[in-house]
C-alpha cells in the first residue's frame, strides 16, 4: 500500500513541477482537464486541474483510487490527499534545496514558432523548447493560471529563463508535444475546459484526516 501511494506521489509531483509557480491571482476560475497519455497506460483517466484565485487542485485516479495535490503558495506549501486512507502529506515548500540539485536543471533554449493553436476552445501560442531532456512544443494559454508547483526563493533564481517567462506572463501548457527524429508523441493535452465557481473546500484538508507527512518523512530516509 506504501508503495502505491509513493508512486502517486511522485506522479503528481512529476506534473506539477513541469512548470514554475507564479503567485499572482488569475481571472480564471475554474478546472482543466488533461489527458496524459503515459498516465493512462498506467490505469489513470484524465487529470481535473482546479484553478481558484492563486491556489491549485490536480485530482489523479489510478485503479480507483483517487488522491489530490494542492498547491497553496501563500501557506508555502504542497499538500498530497490520500482519500482511501483518509490522510494527507504535507510538504514544507521553504525547505532548502541542496547546490547540486539546482546544478542538475539543464539549459532551456525556447522560441517563440509564432503559430498558434485552439485547444478545447482556447487560443494559445505555441512554443518549442530544447534541452539536454530533449525536444518539446508547448502550447501556452495567457489569464489561466500556470501548472504550478510552489517553490522556495533558491528554486525560482535557479529556473531556467523558459520557465521564469511563463511563470511571471501566468501561462497554462494547454499541450505538450515532444519530438523525436521527427516525430511527435503528445504527452499532455487539455481535452475540456470549464470556467466556473470553485468551493474553497477544494483547497482544503478535510476535516478529520489525519497527517502521515512524518510516515512519507521515514521512507524517504531510508532510501
Known amino acids: ?55 491549485g487542485r490536480m485530482e489523479i485516479n489510478h485503479m480507483g483510487q483517487k488522491n489530490a495535490m494542492l498547491m497553496l503558495p501563500d501557506e508555502s506549501k504542497m499538500v498530497m490527499i490520500i482519500e482511501k486512507m483518509q490522510g494527507y502529506i504535507e510538504m514544507d515548500t521553504n525547505k532548502e534545496t541542496s547546490k547540486s540539485d539546482l546544478e542538475e536543471t539543464p539549459d532551456t ?45 533558491m528554486q525560482k533564481n535557479q529556473a531556467p529563463e523558459w520557465a521564469k517567462t511563463f511563470a511571471e506572463k501566468g501561462a497554462m501548457p494547454l499541450e505538450i508535444v515532444e519530438i523525436q527524429n521527427g516525430s511527435k508523441s503528445i504527452k499532455m493535452k487539455a481535452t475540456k475546459i470549464e470556467e466556473k465557481s470553485l468551493s474553497d473546500d477544494l483547497f482544503k484538508i478535510p476535516e478529520g484526516y489525519r497527517d502521515m507527512s512524518g510516515m512519507m518523512r521515514g521512507m524517504q530516509n531510508r532510501n
Not at 118 to 140: K, L, N, P, Q, Y
Open 1 to 55: 500500500m506504501l508503495k502505491r501511494i509513493s508512486l502517486s506521489l511522485l506522479t503528481a509531483l512529476f506534473i506539477a513541477g513541469t512548470f514554475s509557480l507564479t503567485t499572482q491571482a488569475q481571472d480564471f476560475e475554474g478546472v482543466i482537464h488533461f489527458e496524459i497519455p503515459e498516465m493512462a497506460e498506467q490505469g489513470m483517466g484524465e487529470m481535473p486541474y482546479m484553478v481558484k484565485g492563486n491556489k
Open 109 to 153: 533554449e525556447m522560441t517563440n514558432t509564432g503559430q498558434t493553436k485552439t485547444i478545447a476552445g482556447r487560443t494559445c501560442e505555441v512554443w518549442r523548447m530544447e534541452s539536454e531532456d530533449g525536444t518539446f512544443e508547448t502550447c501556452m494559454a495567457n489569464g489561466m493560471g500556470t501548472f504550478m508547483m510552489p517553490q522556495n526563493k
